[in-house]
């Protein structure tokens, strides 16, 4: 998968257009990703992020970076054996595209807009 453009509330991903959040595994594009608790990333919220079993996991945290994530969430994470990298959603997309040519799996977990 390849993130071509991300801008506030829009990416594209291998030539498809999203307005919503999205988790991006090497095979497939969740859409509507949606968080229990809005902008807190819960345990709850990553059920679709496990299923996936990354190595990696590239979280945006939006345009702005306002959505956070708690100890606790990255703590679960990292006790799977997830390599946990944070950012805003720019950041994060320019990781995922680098990433995902060296590492076996990466996954990004996306908020497009705030």
Not at 37 to 61: E, F, K, Q, W, Y
Request: hydrophobic content about 40%; some cysteine; aromatic content about 8%.
């Amino acid at each position: 998968m390849q993130i071509t453009d991300y801008q506030f509330g829009r990416i594209e991903i291998d030539g498809e257009i999203y307005r919503s959040d999205v988790i991006v595994s090497p095979e497939n594009v969740v859409a509507g990703w949606w968080r229990r608790s809005g902008h807190n990333l819960t345990i709850a919220d990553l059920d679709a992020v496990l299923n996936t079993r990354p190595d990696t996991l590239v979280i945006g945290c939006g345009y702005y970076g306002r959505m956070q994530v708690p100890a606790a969430t990255r703590s679960f994470l990292e006790g799977k054996g997830i390599r946990v990298e944070v950012g805003t959603t720019t950041d994060a997309v320019r990781r995922f595209n680098r990433l995902q040519q060296r590492a076996a799996r990466v996954v990004a977990a996306l908020h497009l807009t705030c």
